[in-house]
């Protein structure tokens, strides 16, 4: 069975950085997609980023774009999500996300349901 584990939440000031990781197992890589989603309190869901397996192609939210960076690893089977100059708002739970398909189409990264495999999910808090 495919499992996540994120890693690397933590409390730090408004233009600090912090860099999340998701350790993967039970994944065909190459027909991966992965991806960040967050949720604050109070709030719905909502897309970060995200990152092909095969070409490394990237999808970043708006909201985000010029601050984060997804990666990955391949020998460690892991992502990232290196965030820079944080805000006050990207206080939130930020939960890894994966799903393996042979078709793919670039709207999908973006959307929680084209997703099918979630970790539990670490916390980010970026005071002020």
């Known amino acids: 069975q495919v499992q996540l584990v994120e890693s690397g939440g933590g409390l730090v000031q408004t233009g600090g950085s912090l860099r999340l990781s998701c350790a993967a197992s039970?994944?065909?890589?190459?027909?991966?997609?992965m991806g960040w989603f967050r949720q604050a309190p109070g709030k719905e869901r909502e897309f970060v980023a995200a990152?092909?397996?095969?070409?490394?192609?990237?999808y970043y939210a708006d909201s985000v774009k010029g601050r984060f960076t997804i990666s990955k690893d391949n020998a460690k089977s892991t992502i990232y999500l290196q965030m820079n100059s944080l805000k006050p708002e990207d206080t939130a739970v930020y939960s890894c996300?994966?799903?393996?398909?042979?078709?793919?189409?670039?709207?999908?990264?973006?959307?929680?349901?084209?997703?099918?495999?979630w970790g539990q999910g670490t916390q980010v808090t970026v005071s002020s």
């Open positions: 990152i092909r397996w095969i070409g490394d192609s990237t």
């Open positions: 039970g994944l065909t890589f190459s027909s991966a997609t």
């Open positions: 996300a994966a799903r393996l398909s042979d078709t793919f189409f670039s709207r999908s990264a973006y959307s929680e349901t084209f997703y099918r495999n």
